[in-house]
Structures are given as C-alpha cells and as structure tokens.
C-alpha cells in the first residue's frame, strides 16, 4: 500500500511539474494530490471489498466511480473564461487522467499506470510544439470595440463588419460605467485574404467607433 502511494506521489508529481513550469491554476501540488487521493481511495474500495465480500454485495468499484466524476469539480475551478477565449482545459483534462492514474495504481496495474503517464508527459510537452505549428490555420480572432450606448449601434457594428466579409461567431456586451459607451466583446473569423492589422485600420477610419482593442 505504502509503495502505491509512493508511486502515485512520483507520477502525478512528475505531470503536476509540467503544469506548474507554464504557471497553471493546477500544478505540483494539486496533481500530487489527486493522484494519490484516488489511490487511496481505490486501496480503501478494494479493502473493503476483501473484507466483507462473503457477507455483502459490496462493489470496489462505486468508490473509484465516484473520484472519476468527483474530480469534475476541481476541473472546472480551472476553466477561465477571458472575453471570447477559453484557458484551462488542458489542466482540468489533466487533471482527470492524473485521478485516473491513481485509480490504476491503487488497484496494482503499474504497467498501465506508468505507461500512461509517460503518454500524458509526452503530450503535454510535445504536442504544444504542433498546436502552434497548426494555430497559425485558425482565423478565429478576439477583438474589443467601444461604441456610443444609443440604438442600433450593434447592427452598425455589424453590417461594417459584414462589408468586409468578417464573421461574428461570439459576442458579449458591457456597459462602461459613468460613461454613455458601450462595449462589445467579439470573436470573429477573418477572411484569407485579410489580417487584423488591416482589420483595425479600416473600422479605425470609422467615426462611430471610439476604441477598437485586440484581445491576446
């Protein structure tokens, strides 16, 4: 049992360590944590289970479903939501197969344990190199415009991205205190042929327009 916890400890540790080198909402610690909570908790189910098992119907297998879906709230406390981005996913993605990892040591299957946390490593580190190979395809783009607070300034918004064959695929409203603006929060697709410093540069020409912003 000792030597299971030990191994949790080490396995989540070493993905815990790859969170924490980027500065995650989850890193060391947390993964640490988890990965040897649900052990113990898959050597408690078992334990139970070889105990009582000639006078009860007892199941090693409700506790460990519990972790798995358990775990779904630590998850999202690292899901965060900056205007029309999402950040978060890969930590609580990791999250979860790091609980998964600890139910797998706690009940003895080290070769599977080990061998998907090695994955999980090889991912994590690797696959950041060809998502950024690849983002450079996506033309879904966060931009911040702050217009007059008076009717009809959104389907002006609109109808001047519309012109330019730019596609609103999200939009989110705030209205600036004290002042008479508003401010919309847009995720847009841009055409080939177009980038976001022309973008700016033609709807900067716009009077109706008092700020435009790129979101990171």
Request: aromatic fraction near 6%; charged fraction near 20%.
């Amino acid at each position: 049992m000792i030597f299971k916890l030990a191994l949790a400890c080490v396995l989540g540790g070493l993905i815990g360590l790859e969170r924490e080198s980027l500065s995650r909402p989850a890193g060391l610690r947390t993964y640490t944590l988890v990965c040897v909570g649900s052990t113990l908790a898959m050597i408690v189910s078992l334990d139970i289970f070889n105990q009582f098992f000639q006078v009860s119907n007892a199941d090693p297998g409700r506790i460990a479903a519990q972790v798995v879906s358990g775990i779904g709230f630590l998850g999202a406390g690292t899901i965060l939501r900056e205007g029309p981005t999402v950040s978060g996913l890969t930590t609580a993605a990791g999250l979860w197969v790091v609980a998964c990892i600890g139910l797998a040591i706690g009940a003895g299957l080290y070769v599977p344990a080990i061998a998907s946390s090695v994955l999980i490593l090889f991912v994590l580190i690797y696959f950041i190199k060809i998502e950024e190979k690849f983002s450079g395809l996506r033309r879904y783009k966060g931009i911040v415009v702050v217009i007059d607070d008076r009717p009809g300034q959104i389907g002006y918004v609109g109808s001047l991205l519309g012109d330019m064959n730019v596609l609103i695929k999200d939009i989110n409203l705030h209205h600036i205190d004290d002042t008479e603006e508003l401010e919309m929060e847009l995720s847009i697709d841009l055409p080939q042929n177009m980038d976001m410093s022309q973008l700016i540069k033609e709807i900067s020409k716009n009077k109706e327009i008092k700020k435009i912003d790129v979101l990171n």
